[in-house]
Structure formats: structure tokens, C-alpha cells
């Protein structure tokens, strides 16, 4: 008998090994390790190899999938062989493995259920030299540093590292315990030379190094944390019982409670808004001060009590000092001021304290929102303004809903809040231009505001308490009508602000705006001097629109290049380029005005005028005040028919067809034009400034003269202008705007107006300033139209 060798199990392993997939992270050898199995292919390989040699190769997976081939698999694997198997109840295993050695995939024998392969087993490159010792070294140092800083490395791993004598086994042991990305653990499984697998290895560590590094910095930043919360509760427990002990208010909270509770008992509520407050008060004081809900009710119990619940005494003002008031600080506006006199007289008269909503209409710089600062100012009363321009939530007008820790009041309570007062003046600018989203109508949220009849109990979302707003003298003002909704217009008293003509922007820049640009540029009022022509030619040449606005910045633009001129002085005199002599003195005149704001933007002596056949003058009415419209009809020969330009809107399109309609019929009855002429011409009507849209009726009885001039080939009167809307029977029916187109008459140097018949009444409104050198001329059919501006 022949003497035998033992051999160890790892050399005599065998070239083909059926293969269980990992979903998990690859396992190296030289551990040991469970391992369940799940899949019934794998099972079916574990049965197998237990009957036979217990031998498996273990291979991960490059993308999980429930029935992996052979293609899914990793290249390099790990022979292992089972001690022990435990069967589950849901016909899965457990095994218990000891793994041998690597191997790489040479051939797939058969490519799923069950995956066999031929395999090639893998050594280790060794390099037997200092430089490997030291990493061996190095790594157990390193591992022993992160194993006593982490309680997840138990003794048995230590003993297990410590007792591994094989530098490639050690780097795998490592490796296999790092929280490491099972991508990179696979890198470190294919790598075989033992040199580079510790070298990469290391690198990890020190990166798990770093984490313990930052978690323990994090837990001893939350320790101290943890303890100055309980340090700080503990001392303001002892100084809350300390200060008990002396009768002292115990804490801030307690201090807010006490101050609330003072102001609510002052305001004696009753019914519905005692009860709420009540509430309120019971559920602040038992609250949480760290609560994000304390938050919300201290803030409500703030509004609350921030607010004038009670009335005023009665107002004091005199009548003489509002007119006063108003005199200084407006030029000209003499209905407007008459209208505000004769309310407060009747307020005055009646003794009576109850709001009012007026609605200030007119063109951008004629001076309504300083007018309702003058009115505030005549009544003795707070004032507060805010801007609906642009608005699209109604919550901007009637509050927040309590819902969140945002949440606030909308804009009447939070001025009233404001002011401190229950009868305060409140302008709200703009109203004309709110829009409407899915947040809701500001402007029929306004409906119950600025309604006599329901605000004295207006009800907003973040309050939810009823509160009497029947005090607050409401001032609106809008540049239109039109798109103010009829419901809300109804509710207020509207004034008109016409534009200014000349001589009163000439008196509002002396009085006003050339003073105020004057402190505004630094430059005192005996250094600048104007003349009654200076300052009517920069009216007529550069400010020609309804209101100041640009007026004041023509000011400003001189005043501002005269402060430079004397600071250029000042400082070439200081250089000693020049002598230093006291301020300069300006006249300015016309030849200063064109050298600082350059040539007029409308030249002196240019008006719109009709100065030959197919023209005539009309008069509009903007959102900027009044203007001058030109007509301008034209004959082509060419295929009968009207073409329309000038960018009109669609009212207007059809004032022109009637105008076309009513010109050929009086055309061939009044004036014998034949009808075969219409047959071989066409027609083109315009309005210049293209880029302008127009639109309205009122243009009629215009496009119907000019057309009328064209088929007559005749000038229409001289500095003639008109306005009416023309029927198809020739009845000049009434318009709008007449103050604001009479104001445009006068800046275009107009001698004659006609206005329909019905619009009379309206004249007595015009200032008699306005109407000056005007003749009106009022008609009620077209017939006394052409006897004016085509007479025979």
C-alpha cells in the first residue's frame, strides 16, 4: 500500500462549476459566510452540488434580473464550497460557505437553469517585497483605528484580521467588510495583483476613515446641542420659580398675555367678537411658545388689538382753512374744489362722522392722488394710499385665510391697523386697471368695501370678525371708466379732472413744479428765473399731453444741467483755473430751453390742420386726456369700394361705412356727383399715427366731411375741428369726453367746435378759461354739419 498525501481542497478543484448569480455584492475568498438563496434555479444548483462535491461558483450580476443567463454575469467569480445547508419554509435555502478561490468564466457549458461554465482558477500575483509588508501592515493599523471607533466591527472580525497571515487574504477580508459600492468591490475581486488590491484598498479605508471623521463631528455638534436645550430649560425653570417667588411676570409669554388682556377689556367688546377673542385668548395661554401655532395667534391677537375698534369724537375742521388748503395746493380745478367744499359743508352740517366713496377720474399728471392728499389734509384726517393697479387676488383686499403661518390681512385692515384711527382718508389708486386670475375678482372683492350699505360690518378672511369701515372717507381714482365694472362704478360719486391747457400749465410750473425742481436739484430760487414765455414754450414744444407729468421732468432735465454748470465752476475755481465768484444767475429763455432739452418735439405753429380737399380735424378722447384726430379720404381710379387704415377698431370700421354710405347718397343727391363716378374709383380713408389704435363713434360726422371735401374737391372752413356720432339718417347723436376734447381744441389753436345738440348741458361743466376763443357750434343733423364746415 502506497503512502498517500493530503492535498488541500483548493488545488484540486474542479474546471467546470455550476453557477448561483448574486444580486448583492460579489464575496471574496478565503470567508465565511451564509448565504441565502431564493431563486429556484439557484436552489436547484445548491441540491445538486451538495449531492455531489459541494462545490459552486458564486458570480454577481451586472443588472439584476429574475432569470439570469450566463451573458448577465461578471467575468470573475469566486469557487466556494458548502458546509451546511437549511432548508426554508418558502422553498428556499440557507447556506453556509466557505469560499476558495477566484476564477474567471472561459466557456458557458449551459447558459441558464441551471448556469454551468468552464472556469479558469485565478493566483494571486505576489510581489514578496518591504513595499508589501508595509501595506500589510498599514492596512491592519488603519482597520484596527476604524474597528474601535465603530461598534458594527465585532471582536471575532478583529481576532479574524489579526489571525490572517496572507497579504492578498487580508486586503480581501478587508474589502469584504468596507461599505464599499459593489461596483468598486468587484474592481477589487478582478484585480490579482496583491500589491495593487491593497493599495486600492486603502484608499477606501482612509475614504470610510473620513466618514467616521465627519459622523463623529456631527454627533458631538448634536451632543452639544442636546445639552445646551437642557442646560438653558433648566435655568429658565429655576428663574421662572424665582421669579414667581418674588411676584414677578413670569416669562415673555405671560407678559404678552397680560398686554393683550389689557387692550381687549379697554375695547369692551360684546357678542360675536367678544366670544372669538375669548377663544383666542384661552388658546394663547395655553399654548406652546416653541409652537409654529403660537406664532399664528399671537400674530391675530396683535391685529386684533392693534386695531380702532371704537369710534373718534366728532371732526373738527373749518370750512375757510379746507378751502385754503385746497386753493394752495392745486391751480385752476374750480368744479372739482367746489364739489369737496359743499360734501364737508354738508358733513359739517349734519354732524355726521359716515364714510364717503369718491372716484377722481382723469388723464396720467393732473394731480389726483395729491388731491386726495389735500382733501385728507382739509379734513384733519390720517392718510393712506395704496395701489390696485395690476392686482389679480382678491386676498390682497380682503385678507388671508387663517390656513397658514403666512397669512396676513389684506389691505383695509392693514391700513387701518396703519393709521391708528377709524375714520381715516384711504386712496386706492389705479382702479381701472385690476385684472381678474384664479385667484379671484379684486374688483368685486371691493363691491362690499366701497358699498354705504354693507361695510358697517365688512368682514376680512384673516380677521373673520365683522368691523364697521362705514367711517373711512374712500377716494378712488382711474384714468377711465370703461373698464371699471357698472356694479362698482354705481357706488361711487365720480369727478372729472380735465387735462390743463397752456396758460394753467404755465401757472402750475410758477406756483409749483419750478419751485419743487428747484430744492430737488439743489439749486436756490433767486439762481433760476423764467419768463411767461419760457415756460409757454416748453408747454407747447415738449409737454403737450393733458396733465404736468412732463412738464415737471423738462424741469428737471434743465435744472439738472444748470447744478452741473455750477458745480463745474465751483471746482475748476478751486483748481485755480479760474476765479471763484459767487453762484451764477440764469434767465432762461428760448435759446437755453432748445440747448438743454434740444429741438421741440412739437414745433411752434404746428397744428393739425385741413388744408386741402379729403381732410377734415375731429376731436378724441384718450386715456391720456383729449386729442385731435386728422382725417384723410383719397380717390384712386380703380374697382368701386372703401379700404379702411390707421389701425381702427371695429366701432369705428362701421361709424366709417355709415359715413361712406351717407357721403355717396348726399354725394348724388345734393351735389349731382353721378354714380358711375363711385363705380370707377376707389376709396381710401386713413387716420395717421398708424401705430395707434382708435376706436369709438364719435369720428362719424368727421369721416363724413372729409369724404364730402374729397367728392366736392373743396378745403373744409379754417381752424375748424368736430366731434359727433353720425347715424345712417344723418342724425348727429351725443358723445363723451367734451371737457377733455374741448382742452384738445384749445391746444390745437381751434377757433370753431361743432358738438351734437344734446351735449349742450355738458358746456356748462367747462371752465370758462377753457372755453375762451372757442365758438361752439351745436347741430342735430348733418345737414347743419356741411352748412359750418362745407358751405355752399
Known amino acids: 500500500m502506497s503512502e498517500q498525501s493530503v492535498v488541500p481542497i483548493d488545488q484540486i478543484l474542479p474546471n467546470k462549476l455550476a453557477l448561483v448569480a448574486l444580486m448583492g455584492r460579489p464575496i471574496f475568498p478565503g470567508i465565511f459566510t451564509p448565504i441565502m438563496i431564493g431563486n429556484p434555479a439557484d436552489v436547484k444548483v445548491v441540491d445538486n452540488a451538495v449531492a455531489g462535491d459541494g462545490l459552486i461558483g458564486l458570480v454577481m450580476l451586472m443588472n439584476e434580473t429574475e432569470t439570469p443567463a450566463i451573458g448577465d454575469l461578471f467575468k470573475v467569480g469566486t469557487a466556494a464550497k458548502i458546509v451546511k445547508k437549511i432548508n426554508l419554509p418558502d422553498g428556499g435555502v440557507n447556506i453556509f460557505i466557505s469560499t476558495l478561490k477566484r476564477f474567471k468564466i472561459k466557456k458557458s457549458l449551459n447558459p441558464s437553469n441551471p448556469i454551468v461554465a468552464a472556469v479558469e482558477y485565478l493566483e494571486d500575483e505576489e510581489d514578496d517585497t518591504s513595499e508589501v509588508k508595509a501595506l500589510t501592515r498599514a492596512l491592519i493599523s488603519e482597520m484596527k483605528q476604524i474597528s474601535e471607533n465603530n461598534p458594527l466591527f465585532s471582536e471575532e472580525m478583529r481576532l479574524n484580521m489579526i489571525n490572517i497571515d496572507h497579504p492578498g487574504k487580508i486586503a480581501d477580508f478587508i474589502a469584504s467588510i468596507l461599505n464599499i459600492d459593489k461596483g468598486e468591490q468587484q474592481k477589487i475581486l478582478e484585480v490579482l495583483n496583491v500589491r495593487k488590491r491593497m493599495e486600492q484598498v486603502l484608499v477606501f479605508i482612509k475614504k470610510e476613515q473620513e466618514l467616521l471623521r465627519i459622523q463623529k463631528k456631527i454627533q458631538k455638534e448634536i451632543n452639544e446641542k442636546i445639552e445646551k436645550s437642557q442646560r438653558d430649560y433648566f435655568l429658565k425653570e429655576e428663574l421662572k420659580a424665582i421669579k414667581t417667588e418674588l411676584g414677578m411676570t413670569t416669562d415673555a409669554k405671560s407678559s404678552e398675555y397680560q398686554r393683550f388682556k389689557e387692550k381687549i377689556d379697554a375695547f369692551k367688546f360684546e357678542g360675536e367678537i367678544k366670544d372669538a377673542v375669548e377663544q383666542e385668548m384661552e388658546k394663547f395661554s395655553l399654548m406652546d411658545p416653541n409652537s409654529a401655532e403660537f406664532t399664528v395667534t399671537r400674530n391675530y391677537l396683535d391685529v386684533i388689538v392693534n386695531l380702532p375698534w371704537n369710534g373718534g369724537g366728532p371732526e373738527q375742521f373749518d370750512l375757510r382753512n379746507a378751502k385754503d388748503i385746497l386753493e394752495a395746493d392745486h391751480y385752476g380745478l374750480k368744479d372739482v374744489k367746489t364739489r369737496i367744499v359743499e360734501y364737508l359743508a354738508v358733513r359739517k352740517l349734519r354732524k355726521d362722522t359716515a364714510g364717503s366713496i369718491v372716484c377722481l377720474v382723469g388723464p396720467p399728471g393732473v394731480g389726483k392722488t395729491s388731491l386726495g392728499k389735500s382733501i385728507a389734509r382739509s379734513l384733519g384726517k390720517q392718510f393712506f394710499r395704496f395701489s390696485v393697479g395690476g392686482m389679480r387676488d382678491e386676498a390682497e383686499i380682503k385678507g388671508h385665510r387663517r390656513t397658514y403661518i403666512g397669512a396676513m390681512p389684506g389691505k383695509i385692515i392693514q391700513g387701518l391697523k396703519i393709521v391708528k384711527t377709524k375714520a381715516p382718508v384711504f386712496m386706492i389708486d389705479e382702479i381701472d386697471k385690476m385684472g ?72 402750475i410750473a410758477k406756483r409749483y413744479l419750478v419751485p419743487k425742481s428747484l430744492e430737488k436739484t439743489g439749486l436756490k430760487k433767486n439762481q433760476v428765473k423764467y419768463s411767461q414765455q419760457s415756460l409757454l414754450h416748453i408747454a407747447n414744444g415738449y409737454a403737450r399731453e393733458a396733465g404736468v407729468r412732463n412738464f415737471e421732468k423738462n424741469l428737471d432735465k434743465i435744472h439738472r444741467k444748470l447744478a452741473k454748470q455750477i458745480v463745474e465752476h465751483e471746482e475748476a475755481a478751486d483748481r485755480g483755473e479760474g476765479e471763484k465768484e459767487r453762484r451764477e444767475k440764469f434767465v432762461i429763455d428760448k435759446k437755453i430751453i432748445e440747448k438743454h432739452l434740444g429741438k421741440p418735439l412739437f414745433p411752434e405753429g404746428q397744428v393739425k390742420k385741413a388744408d386741402r380737399p379729403g381732410m377734415s380735424v375731429g376731436l378724441a378722447w384718450t386715456n391720456m386726456g383729449g386729442d385731435t384726430l386728422v382725417i384723410e379720404a383719397a380717390s384712386v381710379p380703380g374697382k368701386e369700394g372703401l379700404t379702411l387704415t390707421g389701425k381702427m377698431g371695429d366701432i369705428m370700421k362701421e361709424s366709417a361705412t355709415i359715413a361712406m354710405t351717407l357721403a355717396r347718397k348726399l354725394g348724388a343727391e345734393r351735389y349731382g356727383i353721378d354714380a358711375a363716378w363711385f363705380e370707377k374709383n376707389h376709396i381710401h380713408l386713413h387716420i395717421p399715427e398708424g401705430a395707434t389704435p382708435k376706436d369709438g363713434p364719435s369720428a362719424g360726422i368727421t369721416m363724413a366731411t372729409a369724404l364730402l371735401s374729397l367728392f366736392r374737391n373743396k378745403v373744409i372752413t379754417d381752424r375748424m375741428v368736430m366731434t359727433g356720432e353720425l347715424s ?14 374741448t382742452v384738445a381744441a384749445q391746444r390745437n389753436k381751434a377757433k370753431h367746435i361743432i358738438i351734437p345738440r344734446q351735449n349742450l348741458r355738458d358746456l356748462d361743466e367747462i371752465p370758462d378759461h377753457v372755453k375762451k376763443g372757442l365758438e361752439f357750434h351745436p347741430v342735430e343733423r348733418f345737414d347743419e354739419v356741411l352748412a359750418l364746415a362745407l358751405p355752399d
Do not use: C, W
Open 436 to 507: 381678474v386670475s384664479f385667484q379671484g375678482d379684486p374688483a368685486s372683492a371691493l363691491l362690499e368695501v366701497l358699498d354705504p350699505e354693507q361695510n358697517n360690518s365688512f368682514r376680512d378672511h384673516y380677521l373673520d370678525l365683522p368691523f364697521d369701515i362705514s367711517h373711512i372717507f374712500f377716494i378712488v381714482t382711474a384714468n377711465t371708466l370703461d373698464t371699471i365694472p357698472p356694479p362698482l362704478l354705481d357706488r361711487m360719486e365720480i369727478i372729472q379732472l380735465p387735462g390743463y391747457i397752456d396758460q394753467e400749465k404755465v401757472e
Open 728 to 741: 345712417l339718417t344723418g342724425q348727429v347723436l351725443p358723445i363723451g369726453g367734451l371737457k377733455e376734447k
